[in-house]
T-cell receptor, first 117, second 110 residues
């Protein structure tokens, strides 16, 4: 089946630094990718929808200058947490929507846990 | 390891009930339920934490049996708007081994 890979799985960084998380569709082309974050005992909260070659659409309350999303190709979307602070520590997960025979199906990455010290 | 969902697909008439099951081979910390419309991001329905929770809103409810590592989503008196793919997601701990099931496609016909 279709595979979506996230990297890194775990990252620890110092406050004030920027962190980039990659989301790759390994065996299919993803026209649309979604980024979520999750806090303890809560479910995934959609942060933004990114479409290949265009600007991401952010959900209300999500700072677009804080969470930079780039979807430069049909197989890669990146989320950059800029000037990270401890409150940005969270679990981030991406999902990708397929094309062709996978059109409309949604495939999830493994997630990335960010800890900001 | 991905949880198992059953059935894979179900077709209902408006007003009928449905149950979607989700089971895991691992001890679970939580179970999440989402509904996805074609081409849209999944919409969160509810989260159940270990402790045998049962939740519900409107005519959609769910139960979580942590001993059996199973959760069921109950849709009663289904409406046309219930159509979509339902995913369960499971965790063995907060942010640990977060895996979504393959989805159950639900179609509600008039």
């Amino acid at each position: 089946g279709a595979v979506v890979s996230q990297h890194p799985s775990w990252v620890i960084c110092k406050s004030g630094t920027s962190v980039k998380i990659e989301c790759r569709s390994l065996d299919f082309q993803a026209t649309t990718m979604f980024w979520y974050r999750q806090f303890p005992k809560q479910s995934l909260m959609l942060m933004a929808t990114s479409n290949e070659g265009s600007k991401a659409t952010y959900e209300q309350g999500v700072e677009k200058d804080k969470f930079l999303i780039n979807h430069a190709s049909l197989t890669l979307s990146t989320l950059t947490v800029t000037s990270a602070h401890p409150e940005d520590s969270s679990f981030y997960i991406c999902s990708a929507s397929g094309q062709g025979e996978n059109t409309g199906e949604l495939f999830f990455g493994e997630g990335s846990r960010l800890t900001v010290l | 390891q991905q949880p198992v969902q059953s059935p894979q697909a179900v077709i209902l008439r408006e007003g009928e009930d449905a149950v979607i099951n989700c089971s895991s081979s691992k001890a679970l910390y939580s179970v999440h339920w989402y509904r996805q419309k074609h081409g849209e991001a999944p919409v969160f329905l509810m989260i159940l934490l270990k402790g045998g929770e049962q939740k519900g809103h409107d005519k959609i409810s769910a139960s979580f049996n942590e001993k059996k590592q199973q959760s069921s989503l109950y849709l009663t008196a289904s409406q046309l708007s219930y159509s979509g793919t339902y995913f369960c997601g499971t965790e063995t701990g907060y942010g640990q081994n977060f895996v979504f099931g393959p989805g159950t496609r639900l179609s509600v016909l008039p």
